[in-house]
Every structure is written in C-alpha cells, then in structure tokens.
C-alpha cells in the first residue's frame, strides 16, 4: 500500500496582499493539486505573491463541494499533498473546508494547516470588547422571522459574539440585533479589514444601525458586547433565611445550603449567614 497524501488548509489574506504568510507561498508552489474557493481569485493571488503553482487546480465551493470530496480524497490516498485554500481567510470557517477535513480524518489522511490572516481575530481585535470569551455565530439566518429567532436564542449569551454579515443586510440586521438584545448593547462594525478604506465603527447597536440606514460597503464582520450579567436579586433577610431552612429539610447541611443559596442569587455567603443567624437569634 502507498503512502497518502497531506491535505494542507492555508490562510490567505483578507484584504492586504502583503500579509500572506511565507509558507503560503512554499504550499502554492510544491502543492500537487491545490482545490481553491475560486480559481479566479486564486490565479490573481498567484499573481500578486509572484508564484507559479506547478500542481492542479480545480474548484472547491459550497455548489460543488459534496461532488468534489470525494475526488479530492481519492487524490490524497494516491500520495497527492493538497492544498485548500478559500477567498480570504481560513479555510472551515463560514467558509469550504469542513467536509473535507472530515473524510481526510475519516481515511487517515495527515491533515495540517498554514495558519494565516482570520477576519474573525482581527476584528475582535479591533473592536474594543472584551476578548477574552467569545463566540462565533457566522452568518444569520436571511429571512427575517428566523433571523429575529436565532438573535432571541443568544440574546442573553455572556461572550462577546462574532457575526459575517453582507452589506445590503447589514442595516436590517443591526435593527434586529437592536430589537434582540438592546439598543445599547456596546458593538462594533468592521468593514474592508486590512484594506484602503477599512474602517471600525464602534457604539450602542441602536446608534450602528442608524449608521447603516444609508448603506454600507464592502466586507463586514459585526462584533457584539455579550450579555452583562443579571443583578442580584434584591431578597429580605427573612427571605434569605426561609431559602436556607428550605434546603436544610430537603436533607441539606446548613453550611452547604448557605453556599448554595449564595450561588443562586449572586450573593457574599457572609450575607446569606448573617440572615440565617438574625432569623435564629429573633425565634
């Protein structure tokens, strides 16, 4: 039996040629078949970086990328190392990829990648939220009913949320958000990242949309404020007291019920104590 392939996933540039990685160009050019989103773009980027791929290329998009699988790892378990690349960015994410990745796995084939530009860090990076969770929810639904649905199901996810949107959407889309999650939900609106006119519009959802009502360009990425946490809730100490007593006859100890019902309201356990001990000391 022969040895197979590599299937390399390679970052390409979101906007700014100058920022594809050097082992990008190393894969373009050694590569045996190199399955691209668009075999257009790709020959322009060839172009700009000053490669000549000496492999194939063949087309790799959501119309044909179920047909095209199959082919692809049939040449990867010839010894083929192939290479995917999208039209910005890395491959799998909102983009082609994932399909494929799963039957290399599924035949044993190595898979490896090229890390590379990504519009997802970038604008988290841009938009003065919070990065340290996040969440990537991609593309909305584009009818409006399922889009207000799917904003309603996040609306009170506490990571800082990451949206694709197309510009002749992005207007409606930010109303939504607005009608979702508040119209002073901190955003961010990144648009033509890394290109001449990119430019970072930051402020409450409400404002954004505004904004957006006289149309919007280019390639956009909207970064959205999680949810901030709910207030304590506001109980009497005889209430705090009464909670505790509750789970102490479900079979709970006192110091344990204390904890617990400090948790589920938000609250110091010192506070819930003092209750418990207020509420003992007044009979």
């Known amino acids: 039996m022969g040895v197979t392939g590599v299937l390399v996933l390679a970052g390409t540039p979101i906007g700014d040629v100058q920022d594809a990685p050097p082992r990008l160009l190393t894969e373009l050019a050694a590569a045996d078949l190199i399955a691209a989103e668009d075999t257009r773009r790709l020959r322009r980027l060839t172009q700009a970086l000053g490669v000549t791929p000496a492999g194939r290329i063949v087309s790799y998009f959501e119309g044909n990328e179920v047909a095209r699988t199959p082919e692809l790892v049939e040449a990867l378990l010839g010894g083929a190392r192939v290479l995917l690349v999208t039209d910005a960015g890395m491959p799998s994410v909102s983009d082609p990829g994932y399909r494929l990745v799963d039957a290399a796995v ?63 959407r992005i207007a409606e889309t930010l109303a939504a958000m607005a009608d979702a999650f508040g119209s002073d939900r ?98």
């Open 106 to 168: 599924a035949s044993d084939i190595k898979v490896t990648a090229v890390p590379g530009p990504s519009a997802v860090l970038t604008a988290l990076a841009l938009s003065a939220l919070p990065v340290d969770r996040f969440t990537f929810e991609g593309f909305l639904p584009r009818k409006a009913g399922d889009r207000a649905r799917q904003l309603a199901q996040i609306a009170d996810e506490p990571r800082t949320m990451v949206f694709f949107e197309a510009p002749h």
């Open 186 to 283: 901190p955003a961010a609106v990144c648009r033509e990242l890394t290109k001449t006119y990119e430019e970072v519009k930051r402020g409450p959802i409400g404002d954004l949309a505004a904004w957006a009502a006289d149309g919007v360009k280019g390639e956009i990425t909207v970064v959205v404020a999680g949810a901030p946490p709910a207030a304590p809730q506001q109980l009497t100490p005889e209430e705090l007291a009464r909670r505790v007593a509750v789970r102490e006859e479900a079979g709970e100890r006192r110091k344990e019920a204390i904890a617990a019902v400090a948790v589920e309201l938000g609250l110091p356990k010192r506070e819930v104590f003092d209750a418990v001990v207020a509420a003992k000391n007044s009979g």
